[in-house]
């Protein structure tokens, strides 16, 4: 300091008195402690400035406990079901009702098929051994042998329970009008087999005769009226033939 103030010029030397009376160490009664705590203050301008106006002050939340606390909110999807906590997981939620169009014609077709094979095995087939045959149209036969088909009854039985349920008594003087009504004209390449007793033989010729209808279209007639339609033609087996 004292080679400084030889060389240093006037002004230089006032500068030198002045910095040895300033304190260079900080105030002895400020420990360590309250020093960082002066520095966080100023730090925290708006923390001082709710204290200082007396506005209630939020606690600090972290990031991660915000998290865990408010989860994200589920999102449905579409058909997506969300199981509770105690919902059994091998149960199936129950999901929007699905409704399979169905035809209604088929259905009426499958109860009547059902309703036609219990009453025609239930009912009591007279005890003999007379056969009626009659050429029928494509349309008639096949009706006869959907019933055959689906519930694996005899056409022979099939046959006669229509016409001994149906055809009209003798000496009736009114019949039903469908009875007497004109088929569709129409090839009758098929024939069907029956059971036929004096009875019903009287029966067939007697409603025949009267109302000038023949006995092959009152089959008909009766056929397409009490048995629904085939979806498509049966045709007959072929019968083997053997050669000597």
């Known amino acids: ?133 009659v050429r029928v149209s494509e349309d008639v036969f096949s009706r006869v042998t959907m019933i055959y088909a689906k519930r694996r009854i005899d056409k022979i039985l099939v046959l006669s329970y229509l016409l001994y349920r149906h055809v009209p008594s003798e000496g009736l003087q009114r019949v039903p009008r469908w009875v007497l009504e004109r088929p569709p004209k129409m090839p009758r390449p098929r024939i069907l087999v029956f059971i036929k007793d004096e009875a019903l033989a009287r029966r067939l010729s007697d409603t025949a005769i009267r109302f000038a209808v023949t006995e092959a279209d009152i089959i008909e007639n009766i056929v397409r009226k009490n048995l629904p339609e085939a979806p498509f033609q049966y045709k007959p087996k072929r019968r083997m033939r053997f050669t000597a």
């Open 1 to 133: 300091m004292e080679s400084m103030n030889r060389t240093a010029p006037k002004a230089d030397t006032e500068l030198l008195k002045s910095l040895r009376q300033v304190e260079l160490s900080e105030s002895p009664d400020k420990t360590h402690q309250e020093r960082l705590s002066d520095i966080t203050a100023s730090t925290e301008p708006e923390s001082t400035w709710r204290q200082a106006v007396g506005a209630p002050v939020a606690p600090f939340v972290s990031p991660s406990t915000a998290t865990e606390k408010a989860p994200w909110p589920s999102v449905s999807l579409g058909h997506s079901h969300a199981k509770a906590p105690n919902e059994d997981p091998d149960v199936e939620p129950p999901g929007e009702e699905v409704l399979i169009a169905r035809n209604p014609e088929l259905s009426t077709v499958e109860a009547a098929i059902a309703e036609i094979g219990r009453a025609v095995r239930e009912f009591p087939y007279p005890d003999t051994a007379g056969r009626g045959s």
